[in-house]
């Protein structure tokens, strides 16, 4: 029992000593491993020291756990109190010392921080003992709101860092960092709404977000800038498709979540780590980063429809830093029309998409953080630059090898094998193909509005040469041409149906205006070009989708971008593959 850290708990849960102190004082901690359970991704430990046992949580994920009653070196690790002043260590580092068959000692559950309340340098909490009587538990009713503020002494306040969904009574205190404004979306069971506000403290920073009810209850309290205690929220997995924070967790407020606001400052620059333009090539397409730069050019507000017919509107700048790289940024929604900073202005960004449109761009969402000349070193110093002789550089803009470049083809038989497209969200890959066939049945382009892309309708004798949009009631002299059609893909394994509409030039060499005007009655020319393009080899990117049609589901499938075969790289890539076997 000598070799155990004997008594260690008692001296960090009921002493005085700061993280430094005892940090210091006990670098590491001798204990035995009485069990293990695994949780999403973190390992729960009950440890003894001999003279007592408690929770602790292994926060990195690492080898499997040793045997039980082995014993266990833990360092770079930390202590808090949870629940009735519970003790929880959190530990990122162990090594085993030594196997053991049984217990060593006779420990006892360390279940309650016996002691004084008082608040040591690391902003623990101590909590009086609880009278030694046994009381009947009272159920919680939930209340229909609760005060911003209720001027009571919060307990069991922990860092956002210590936050998982094993925490059962906690509170936070953080500071409102960005609050989206309330989404609504469509269910089977009517409309529904949410909105999200992101809160940091001195240790992190978490999502958190609320649904229904909770919208309208506690939508109105948060302010951007604001401080406030917050608790009885619900801690899931972070669903990091809709986050652009780095925590593994989020939150999620319930009808009974009380929000309170803090009349205390709490003193925090948002936690930016900062992308270099000339280095997003290294982050994926669809990623989240932070980006700080200088606004070169402000575009007009722009009003586009999708082709699920919703309307937008958009605003596009352009980005340069001191790496003498340009980049596209688009603002959408209410932060495209509210956008009023001027050029020359320094930007920050936090958690902006990442798009890979023509090399690199980047897209602001609900979520993403922004901020116009921002009082921090790295806003001052490029500003600096640019003043001085930044404006009259020359910039370049991202050339990145596409995703059919960078990533092996799919064989299109593993593609259907695979079942892609079942998901969802849809499924992307990249085939390498022949173009086998072309419906040439109906027509291959149609006279699209400049606006929405919709088929456009020819006016009557009296307005010849006029063409009017259905959807949003104009009319054109001077129409676009838009690809419409299917075509067949076949590799060594099977063949592949495929949608095409602003990719298809890449196929048939011709923009559709172009094709439009060669192929205008005359059938012979169009037979000819699609025959001078039969049987060549792409590479085309492709979306697949599951759609229902009458009751049946089905794959289907779309070029979302074409290119030619670029047979040098692929053997290049080839060789690569070779050398590892």
Not at 177 to 206: A, C, P, S
Not at 422 to 433: H, K, L, M, P
């Amino acid at each position: 029992m000598s070799e155990l850290s004997f008594g260690v708990f008692k001296k960090l849960f009921e002493g005085s000593l700061s993280k430094e102190d005892y940090s210091a004082q006990f670098p590491h901690l001798i204990v035995q491993l009485y069990k293990s359970k695994p949780l999403t991704d973190k390992m729960r430990f009950t440890i003894s020291d001999g003279n007592h046992v408690l929770q602790a949580i292994y926060s990195k994920e690492g080898p499997s756990p040793p045997d039980p009653y082995s014993v266990i070196k833990i360092s770079e690790y930390d202590i808090f109190k949870m629940e009735g002043g519970r003790p929880v260590v959190c530990f990122n580092k162990w090594e085993l010392v030594r196997p053991e068959t049984e217990k060593i000692g006779n420990a006892e559950p360390y279940n309650r921080i016996a002691g004084e309340a008082t608040t040591n340098d690391n902003g623990h909490k101590s909590q009086s003992p609880a009278p030694e009587q046994q009381q009947a538990p009272r159920a919680q009713p939930k209340p229909a709101s609760r005060p911003v503020s209720s001027g009571k002494p919060h307990s069991n306040i922990i860092p956002i860092e210590a936050l998982s969904p094993y925490s059962n009574t906690w509170t936070i205190r953080a500071k409102v960092t960005m609050k989206g404004d309330v989404r609504k979306f469509q269910t089977k069971r009517g409309e529904g709404q949410l909105f999200n506000v992101h809160l940091q403290d001195e240790t992190g920073e978490i999502r958190a977000t609320g649904f229904g009810d909770a919208v309208d209850m506690f939508y109105s309290r948060f302010q951007e800038g604001s401080v406030y205690y917050i608790s009885r929220c619900s801690v899931t997995l972070a669903k990091k498709q809709f986050s652009n924070l780095t925590n593994e967790y989020e939150l999620r407020f319930e009808q009974d979540s009380i929000i309170e606001k803090s009349d205390e400052a709490l003193e925090i620059r948002p936690n930016y780590t900062f992308k270099p333009l000339d280095k997003l090539t290294e982050v994926n397409n669809n990623e989240f980063t932070d980006v700080i730069a200088v606004i070169k050019e402000v575009g007009d507000m722009q009003h586009i429809t999708s082709r699920s017919g919703r309307d937008f509107d958009k605003r596009e700048l352009q980005l340069v830093d001191s790496s003498q790289t340009a980049v596209q940024c688009t603002f959408w929604g209410k932060s495209a029309a509210q956008f009023s900073a001027s050029p020359g202005s320094v930007i920050a960004l936090k958690g902006v998409k990442v798009g890979d449109f023509g090399g690199r761009t980047l897209s602001v969402g609900a979520t993403t953080g922004v901020a116009i000349n921002p009082d921090i070193p790295e806003g001052h110093q490029l500003k600096g630059w640019f003043d001085s002789n930044g404006k009259d550089q020359s910039f370049s803009k991202i050339k990145v090898e596409s995703n059919a470049d960078r990533e092996p083809p799919t064989l299109i038989a593993k593609a259907k094998q695979d079942h892609l497209g079942v998901a969802e969200s849809g499924d992307f890959f990249t085939i390498r193909a022949s173009l086998a066939y072309i419906n040439a049945k109906n027509p291959l382009t149609y006279l699209a509005c400049p606006n929405c892309r919709k088929k456009l309708t020819e006016q009557t004798a009296q307005e010849p040469n006029t063409y009017h949009c259905e959807k949003c009631g104009s009319d054109f002299t001077d129409p676009n041409y838009q690809y419409a059609f299917s075509f067949t893909m076949a590799d060594m394994t099977d063949r592949i149906w495929l949608m095409s509409f602003s990719v298809a030039d890449r196929l048939l060499g011709l923009s559709p205006e172009e094709f439009a005007k060669q192929t205008d009655n005359d059938s012979d020319k169009q037979s000819q070009i699609l025959a001078n393009v039969q049987y060549n080899e792409f590479l085309i990117r492709v979306k697949a989708q599951q759609e229902e049609f009458q009751d049946e589901k089905r794959v289907r499938y779309r070029a979302v971008a074409v290119y030619p075969v670029n047979y040098a790289q692929q053997a290049m890539r080839l060789a690569e593959f070779c050398e590892k076997y």
